[in-house]
Each structure stands twice: as structure tokens, then as C-alpha cells.
């Protein structure tokens, strides 16, 4: 491997591993494998970016150290040169952590002396200015991002929410710099006296500028975007453009599981059910026992080649009311268990396509079908939207994947996806 990548969720490992396997023209990307948690053989010798997925957003800090430190040694065992941290592009943690502690943690055992933390993505509107992170124009506190049930994002500047992380000085490379180039931003990044570095980005241009000069840097972090311009600077020699893995195509019954409670979410929600069977799933029935995996799998079962939609989102008010009612914590793991239960008895039963919406449900869902199956590594296809790949688990019978982050995807995405899986590439 060329480039190991610890994501600390499983929708921003598909994301990341959507951009290493794309790459920019002319080179083209790297043959990219995501992986659902820590292998524990080693990976085949074709694989040149491995992407791995943990659930440590929203862990115990001690805990999401321990497993991201677990996941470098195992990339370092594959051979790889250059590492990539992995969150959320709109910086999604607590003053508490996680991305300042695991980010510590891995720049020491690395030895690395500048790490620069960029959530720029600016495909999908997220930017970061004079270390301000914005989402499509607004200030990621004014952008919804505020309302989050776990990580709910109340400061914009990055460079001050990322301080209450780390007991390491926290600097910044500004947009005047990085405008100048590569040669510029490599420039600061020696003479500066930080260690941790927020990098600001506001274009294509600028990551591919930034990629250029990290291209000797053992540790990078940030959102997806950050990765856009790391493949070439391996593939620069490498004359004929390099094709990522071929999808042909997976067709049989479909599913969608939606667990985010973000706005995009909500409105996707709301536009496919306008024409698909679409089932609520109560929230207060589940922590009581009355809605279970049977009652899901009833309703797919009643609704064949429909497209049918099963979700828990709801509105920051509802969301909030239930979590004081059962416990944020409690709420989580039940949902959790139920989402990947019942996709695991999907996947058993033939389904071939599912789509899932929300982090914390991909994360469920991804590794009961991963077991579920015996796969632990998933081949990258064609990209539905900016940031989500279609993703293929198993070899003689594989099912399809969209494992979307809950702020992605145009409004008709469910159905977009299905298609594509369908289609192939």
C-alpha cells in the first residue's frame, strides 16, 4: 500500500475512499479497498490505498485512541508511506475531543513533526477561510451543524474549537498563502512555529495546491477533500491513466435504511416517500419492544421491487425529546442493533441493494453485512453523488452499498442510487 486511511466513521471512509480511487486527470486514482474495522490478515498486494472504518467519532476518547493507534499499525504493516486522518468535513467533535486526542496520538507515533487539519470539501460547500469552517456559505454554527444530537457544533473557528482539544499550539496556513501555491504552503509549513496547522481552502485548486505540498509529510488529516490531490504525487511516473475497479452492476431486491436526522436527510425522506412506500419507525416502540427487526422486515417484505424506505429521522425538537426521555446513549445502541439486525437478515434473504443514510447507521450496517458475509474489504465504484461511491461486498455473490453521510446527496438520491447499483458503471 501507498496511503493508509483511519476514518472514524463509515460513510467519511466511503467518501475518502470514493476520492483515492477517482484521483484528478490525468493520473486517475489508486486502487482503493475500504475495509469495515481493523483487518487482522494482511491485505492483497493490488491494494494501494486502504481505507479503514471505525466507529471512534463519537466514542470514549481513551477508546478512540486506543482503536485509531490499532489501525496505523496495521496500515504500517501493509507498507504504507503516507497516513490520513479522517473526520467529518464539518469538523464533527466535541471540546472534548476526538479529533485533537487521536490526531496526538497518531502525529507521535509517526513522528511527525506539521499536521495539518483541512475539512475543506468544497464540492459539496464546505470551506474553511481565515480558519473559519463554512458550509455552503454559512458559518458551520449557523448552518444546522449547531443542532447535531451528538456533536453539535457551536463555534466556527476551527482553530479555537481544535484547541480545546490539544494541549499542542494550534496555527494556521491562510488563504493568502495557499493562493501562491504549493512552493508557498510548503514554505510556512517549515518556517511556522505550531505543530498543528489549520489549512484553509476554498476551491478544488487549493486542495490539489495543498496535496502537491504535502506530498513528503507522513501525517495528514481532514475531510475527503484533503486526499483529492495525494494519488498523483505516487502516479506521476506512471504514464497510461490507471482505472479504478470495474462495477458492472447488481441487481435483486433493494432496501434504504435512514438514520440520519439531518436536514438533507429529512428532505431526501421526504421527496422519495412522495412515490415509494415509506415506513416511521417509532423511536418510543423500539425502546419498549413493540417495533423490532421482524416489524421492518415485514414491511420490506410487503412492498417488492417498490424501493420501500424504513427511517428514524426526526427534527432536532423530536430528537431531543426522546433522547431525555430513554438516554442519548440508549437510544443509539438500540437503533443501532435494530438498523444492522435487519440488514443482516436482508442480506441473508437476498437482498442485493441497500442504501443507508446517517454515520452511525452505516457503521451498524456495514459491519453486519461485512460479517454477514465473511468479506472485510469493499471494492470502490462509481460515485452517486459528490462523496458517496456505490459500494461491493462479497465475491461470487456480492451485495451493493450506499453508505451516505446524512448531510449528502441531492434530494432524490435514494432512487438515484438504486439505479446506479443496478446499472453499473
Keep these: 500500500m501507498k496511503i493508509g486511511v483511519i476514518a472514524d466513521d463509515f460513510t467519511g471512509a466511503s467518501d475518502i475512499a470514493n476520492t483515492l480511487a477517482k484521483g484528478v486527470e490525468p493520473q486517475g486514482g489508486l486502487r482503493t479497498a475500504q475495509f469495515p474495522g481493523i483487518p ?16 471512534s467519532r463519537t466514542a470514549p476518547v481513551e477508546e478512540a485512541v486506543a482503536d485509531s493507534l490499532r489501525a496505523l499499525r496495521w496500515l504500517k504493516e501493509q507498507g504504507c508511506r503516507q497516513f490520513i486522518f479522517k473526520y467529518c468535513s464539518t ?8 479529533i485533537g ?5 497518531l502525529a507521535n507515533e509517526l513522528g511527525a513533526q506539521k499536521v495539518v487539519f483541512c475539512p475543506a470539501f468544497p464540492t459539496t460547500g464546505r470551506t474553511v ?23 453539535p457544533m457551536t463555534d466556527a473557528n476551527i482553530r479555537r474549537w481544535l484547541q480545546h482539544q490539544t494541549k499542542e499550539p494550534v496555527g494556521l496556513v491562510s488563504i493568502g498563502v495557499v493562493k501562491q501555491g504549493s512552493e508557498a504552503i510548503a514554505t510556512a509549513l517549515r518556517n511556522v512555529d505550531e505543530r498543528f496547522l489549520i489549512g484553509d481552502a476554498i476551491s478544488d485548486e487549493d486542495l490539489l495546491a495543498w496535496g502537491e ?7 495528514v488529516t481532514g475531510g475527503s477533500g484533503i486526499a483529492l490531490g495525494l494519488p ?13 475497479s470495474v462495477f458492472t452492476g447488481i441487481a435483486g431486491p433493494a432496501a434504504i435504511l435512514a438514520g440520519s436526522c439531518s436536514g438533507a436527510t429529512r428532505g431526501q425522506i421526504d421527496v422519495h416517500s412522495q412515490s415509494h412506500p415509506s ?14 427487526t421482524q416489524t421492518l422486515l415485514d414491511f420490506f417484505e410487503a412492498h417488492p421491487g417498490q424501493a420501500p424506505l424504513a427511517y428514524s429521522s426526526g427534527s432536532p425538537d423530536d430528537v431531543r425529546a426522546i433522547q431525555n426521555k430513554f438516554g442519548q446513549e440508549a437510544v443509539a445502541e438500540k437503533l443501532d442493533r435494530l ?34 458475509l465473511g468479506a472485510p474489504a469493499m471494492s470502490i465504484g462509481p460515485e452517486i453523488d459528490p462523496g458517496v461511491p456505490v459500494l461491493s461486498v462479497g465475491k461470487s455473490e456480492p451485495i451493493a452499498l450506499a453508505l451516505k453521510s446524512g448531510n449528502f446527496g441531492a434530494p432524490d438520491f435514494f432512487a438515484k442510487a438504486l439505479r446506479m447499483m443496478e446499472a453499473g458503471q
Excluded: C, W
Design 279 to 292: 415506513f416511521a419507525i417509532d423511536v418510543p416502540g423500539v425502546m419498549s419492544g413493540d417495533v423490532t
Design 40 to 55: 487482522t490478515t494482511p491485505a492483497s498486494e493490488e491494494i494501494e490505498a486502504g481505507v479503514i472504518s471505525l466507529k
Design 232 to 244: 498523483r504525487n505516487f502516479l506521476r511516473e506512471s504514464s497510461p491513466k490507471r482505472a479504478g
Design 339 to 372: 438498523f444492522a439486525d435487519t440488514a443482516r437478515e436482508l442480506a441473508q434473504t437476498g437482498y442485493k441493494r441497500l442504501v443507508v443514510a446517517g454515520g452511525e447507521t452505516s457503521g451498524a450496517v456495514a459491519k453486519a453485512i461485512s460479517e454477514a
Design 213 to 219: 505540498a504535502l506530498k513528503d509529510t507522513k501525517l
Design 101 to 105: 486526542p487521536v490526531a496526538e496520538a
Design 129 to 151: 477561510y481565515n480558519g473559519h469552517l463554512f458550509v455552503l456559505g454559512k458559518l458551520l454554527n449557523e448552518s444546522g451543524m449547531e443542532n447535531h444530537p451528538l456533536t
Design 91 to 98: 469538523f464533527d467533535s466535541t471540546k472534548e475531543g476526538n
